[in-house]
């Protein structure tokens, strides 16, 4: 199975934009992780799909992986396609036709995942699992980087990798040296880190840190 790490570009200098992409590229992280809020789905807002296109730009060979909490995305699968998305990752507490929005991000030829906040019970997304490329578990309340890791939300990923033994399987939130390896654990195999990587001074270092951690765990 492979492990991948996605800096989560919520956590970046917002005025050098471009140039904490490439530095997220350049760190040798697998994807860019790519935030986008509504303050219906959570009491924030962060950007949208023009961001998504500045990094296409400006690291047009990094991939976009595209989290959407929203309570409509089915109102912007398009323009997250067009504007580069690689990978579309929808809640499954959206307020819409889940099974359509996925037939939808599938037919543009965009990978499909389906997400779930920590108070959603797993049994949720099970619907899904035949429909979908990814879960993505978050491991905080959405809508803020920089969070403390719930580490209960593991035991739904655990649940989720009896189902699914080949599944891709994502946790987002509080991700971090500790927490990373735990995740790995408990089954997930991708790993998004926002804080954690963008405070770092040497990226590259904590990204190679964090696999030979993971590559320890899982022998
Ligand atoms: C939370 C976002 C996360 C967040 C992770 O609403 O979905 O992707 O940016 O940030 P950290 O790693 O700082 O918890
Ligand atoms: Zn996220």
């Given at each position: 199975?492979?492990?991948?790490?996605?800096?989560?570009?919520?956590?970046?200098?917002?005025?050098?934009?471009?140039?904490?992409i490439i530095r997220a590229e350049n760190s040798g992280a697998d994807a860019l992780h790519l935030d986008i809020m509504d303050p219906h789905f959570v009491p924030n807002i962060s950007f949208g799909p023009d961001v998504v296109a500045v990094s296409k730009k400006v690291a047009p060979h990094f991939y976009r992986?595209?989290?959407?909490?929203?309570?409509?995305?089915?109102?912007?699968?398009?323009?997250?396609?067009?504007?580069?998305?690689?990978?579309?990752?929808?809640?499954?507490?959206a307020d819409c036709d889940l099974h359509?929005?996925?037939?939808?991000?599938?037919?543009?030829?965009?990978?499909?995942?389906i997400?779930?906040?920590?108070?959603?019970?797993?049994?949720?997304?099970?619907?899904?699992?035949?429909?979908?490329?990814?879960?993505?578990?978050?491991?905080?309340?959405?809508?803020?980087?920089?969070?403390k890791f719930i580490g209960e939300c593991l035991e739904k990923v655990?649940?989720?990798?009896?189902?699914?033994?080949?599944?891709d399987i994502m946790i987002d939130g509080g991700g971090n040296a500790e927490t990373i390896p735990l995740s790995a654990k408990a089954g997930a195999n991708m790993f998004v880190a926002g804080s954690y990587l963008f405070a770092q001074s040497n990226m590259t270092e904590a990204v190679a840190n964090l696999r030979s951690a993971i590559g320890e765990l899982v022998k």
């Amino acid at each position: 199975m492979k492990f991948e790490i996605l800096p989560s570009l919520l956590a970046a200098d917002f005025s050098r934009l471009g140039e904490e992409i490439i530095r997220a590229e350049n760190s040798g992280a697998d994807a860019l992780h790519l935030d986008i809020m509504d303050p219906h789905f959570v009491p924030n807002i962060s950007f949208g799909p023009d961001v998504v296109a500045v990094s296409k730009k400006v690291a047009p060979h990094f991939y976009r992986n595209v989290h959407l909490m929203m309570s409509r995305p089915d109102l912007f699968i398009e323009k997250f396609v067009n504007a580069g998305a690689q990978t579309i990752q929808v809640h499954v507490e959206a307020d819409c036709d889940l099974h359509q929005v996925l037939s939808k991000i599938g037919s543009l030829g965009v990978k499909r995942a389906i997400a779930l906040n920590p108070e959603t019970p797993v049994e949720r997304v099970f619907e899904f699992l035949g429909e979908v490329d990814e879960v993505l578990v978050m491991t905080v309340h959405p809508g803020y980087g920089g969070q403390k890791f719930i580490g209960e939300c593991l035991e739904k990923v655990t649940a989720i990798r009896s189902l699914k033994p080949e599944l891709d399987i994502m946790i987002d939130g509080g991700g971090n040296a500790e927490t990373i390896p735990l995740s790995a654990k408990a089954g997930a195999n991708m790993f998004v880190a926002g804080s954690y990587l963008f405070a770092q001074s040497n990226m590259t270092e904590a990204v190679a840190n964090l696999r030979s951690a993971i590559g320890e765990l899982v022998k």
